[in-house]
């Protein structure tokens, strides 16, 4: 069986590290931004995170992250 990409993506986060924020324990570029493979493409964490709970990203639309 297949994992989906919501499980997948779960599974690469501390949710217990304080204060609110998602420690992300996976893949992560030169600037220590996480990093998932998404629809065919890598995808920085936090835009992933979005695309997974909210459907694309509109045009226009900057998704941000605080931790």
Known sequence: M???DEERFYD????GH???CWLWLAAKDKGGYGK???DGKVRSSHRAAWVLANG???DGLHVLHRC
């Open 2 to 4: 297949t994992r989906s």
């Open 18 to 20: 304080g204060g609110g």
């Open 56 to 58: 694309a990203i509109p």
């Open 12 to 15: 690469k986060i501390d949710f």
């Open 36 to 38: 998932f493979w998404l």
